[in-house]
């Protein structure tokens, strides 16, 4: 055998041992479950290119009729006066600051993506956020 040939090679002998610890019956149903992954994605590409792929919004195979709406555990209002005692002593003095620094950093980070002039722009936004302002967040949590 070529040394080129030896070396294309090297290392399989530590994946042949490894596999001998897996079962013929493990290995095929790993075959079996990749089988039916590709046909399902095979009837996925006929259904979108066909333009009938929908996704379904629910997780019961019933549809939407099946589903219950759950009742909450507990009401908006005893939801909100717990986050409130939560956060009770959380903001300090140093925790606006910080905040008014991210809020300043994420302006002009909107004007280096070339979504406003200059930074100011982005508090004259409010309340009318545009449908992408999500985005941009994320992108600026992306960038750090």
Not at 42 to 61: C, H, I, K, M, P
Request: with cysteine.
């Amino acid at each position: 055998m070529s040394e080129s040939l030896l070396h294309a090679f090297k290392g399989a002998d530590l994946y042949f041992a490894e596999s001998k610890h897996i079962s013929v019956e493990a290995a095929e149903e790993d075959q079996t479950e990749e089988e039916e992954s590709l046909l399902n994605s095979f009837d996925v590409d006929d259904r979108e290119a066909a333009g009938t792929l929908r996704f379904s919004t629910t997780n019961t195979a019933g549809g939407e009729d099946n589903v219950k709406k759950k009742k909450p555990k507990h009401s908006n209002n005893q939801l909100a006066s717990s986050l409130q005692a939560a956060s009770e002593g959380v903001v300090i003095g140093t925790t606006l600051s910080d905040y008014q620094r991210y809020w300043n950093q994420f302006k002009e980070f909107c004007v280096t993506i070339d979504k406003a002039q200059v930074a100011s722009e982005i508090d004259n936004l409010f309340p009318n956020l545009p449908a992408e302002f999500p985005t941009w967040i994320a992108l600026w949590i992306m960038d750090k």
